[in-house]
């Protein structure tokens, strides 16, 4: 009797690529061809049996979406965090997304046909909702703002900084280096803790390019500090016949009373500022995107920079910018002033179905903003290594893990998604509770 090998069973690449809701899946060729091959190859090494190849490699077709970014249920209590993509995007946000993301006259005048600047609507947008600013650009993200400002401003000149504002901004990128490779060159003042009015005076002169002033945004320094204020900057950058730059990196158009100590561009405008720079993604609560805010004749001048167009924003930002600053309220806002009775009833909730403690738990900005605020807040506490069953769970937590606890907090949590929350949570923490049952059973 001749046994059959099995391995002779294992459908045919063509035939598996022709099968129904294969061919027509609309994913890549390449994509396509790497599930099947790895479900060929997991028969020919007898892990899947011949018969199972054809479902196999439906099913990885059918859980094959358009991106692997997963969605992430954000239970740290940080509002803007940088490794969850920042800003959540508005509901109008995201309509405006899709919208735009056919074809759309954003470079286009309907009426005459004939061809309009670009991201008018997104300007006229952030001119409305700050209008200290006499005119706005938009481009890539903050950096890219402060290379195109710098470049159009100080090239082979000097940028003047004080040296208390020369911040790395997150995964090794430091401004003053990132300054430098703009073709400028730093002028330091003062020291790391205080830097005085006469500072930059001695140091402004002729080969001056610009003054910038960097909101520290990350970190605090206390104690013997001082440091020179926006108005008496600018009318130092006035006298002396330069511009002052202020990077407030947050965000915030104006001022926000629960974050007193966080700059914001109308204020800094008033108080004379030639140019403010910040993140759409941080405190606005918008895509990532660089908004440059200040003096009409300074915003042409890095208008018309050729390196403008490198950093300029593409059309699903100018669209998404645009709905941001038309909204009430974002969920970044929201977050950061949800009803604290609000956030404890529904804390209590998620405790009580878990039959697991709640606890007081601080939030915070994050995103580099304003530093040493705390939101209080509540949270339930969990076993450490539920953390982990969490962010591998589906919908997937990211909880805070501190002093050898998991902690769920809720502040940026939308409340429509309590019920998933809770239903996560009941099954990362079952999941471990049998891990350790197996752990026990295997030592006894
Ligand atoms: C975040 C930040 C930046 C960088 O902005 P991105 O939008 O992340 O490119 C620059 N300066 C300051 C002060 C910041 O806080």
Redesign the pocket.
């Known amino acids: 009797m001749s046994q059959v090998d099995p391995r002779r069973l294992i459908p045919r690449t063509d035939v598996l690529l022709a099968l129904p809701g294969v061919a027509e899946s609309g994913l890549s060729g390449h994509v396509v061809r790497e599930i099947v091959r790895t479900a060929q190859d997991r028969a020919r090494r007898g892990d899947l049996p011949p018969e199972q190849v054809e479902p196999t490699v439906l099913a990885a077709v059918r859980a094959q979406t358009a991106t692997s970014l997963r969605p992430v249920l954000n239970a740290t209590g940080v509002v803007v965090h940088t490794n969850l993509g920042r800003a959540p995007l508005s509901p109008s946000a995201v309509r405006a997304l899709v919208a735009a993301s056919g074809y759309v006259d954003v470079e286009l005048d309907l009426a005459t046909g004939a061809r309009s600047s670009r991201g008018a609507a997104a300007r006229a947008a952030l001119l409305a909702a700050c209008p200290a600013a006499e005119d706005a650009l938009i481009v890539n993200?903050?950096?890219?703002a402060?290379v195109l400002a710098t470049t159009a401003l100080a090239h082979d000149r000097e940028v003047v900084i004080s040296r208390g504002e020369l911040?790395e901004?997150g995964a090794g990128f430091r401004?003053p280096d990132l300054i430098a490779s703009t073709g400028s060159r730093l002028r330091e003042v003062g020291a790391t803790n205080r830097t005085h009015r006469h500072d930059y005076a001695d140091a402004i002169g002729a080969d001056t390019g610009c003054v910038l002033k960097?909101?520290p945004?990350?970190f605090r320094v206390e104690g013997f500090t001082s440091g020179v204020s926006v108005a008496d900057l600018a009318s130092l950058a006035a006298e002396q016949g330069t511009v002052l730059v202020a990077?407030?990196?947050?965000g915030l158009l104006y001022p926000e009373d629960v974050l007193p100590d966080e700059p914001d561009a109308t204020s800094a405008l008033t108080d004379g500022a030639d140019l403010v720079i910040m993140?759409g993604?941080?405190l606005l609560g918008g895509p990532?995107a660089?908004v440059l805010l200040g003096k009409a004749e300074v915003i042409q001048r890095l208008a018309k920079h050729p390196l403008a167009r490198a950093v300029r924003a593409d059309k699903l930002t100018l669209a998404a910018l645009e709905a941001t600053l038309t909204t009430e309220r974002v969920p970044v806002t929201e977050s950061i002033h949800a009803d604290r009775e609000r956030l404890r009833a529904r804390t209590e909730r998620l405790g009580a179905a878990l039959d697991v403690p709640v606890v007081e738990h601080g939030g915070r900005v994050g995103?580099?903003g304003a530093p040493g605020v705390p939101l209080p807040g509540f949270a339930v506490r969990l076993p450490e290594a539920a953390a982990e069953a969490l962010r591998r769970g589906e919908p997937a937590v990211l909880p805070r893990v501190r002093e050898g606890a998991c902690l769920v907090d809720l502040r940026c949590v939308p409340e429509d998604d309590d019920e998933r929350l809770t239903a996560a949570v009941r099954a990362a923490l079952s999941s471990i509770d049998s891990a350790a049952s197996t752990d026990s059973t295997n030592q006894r």
């Open positions: 993200n903050g950096a890219g402060l911040i901004i401004l960097v909101h945004s990350n990077d407030l990196g947050s993140s993604d941080k990532q660089g995103g580099g």
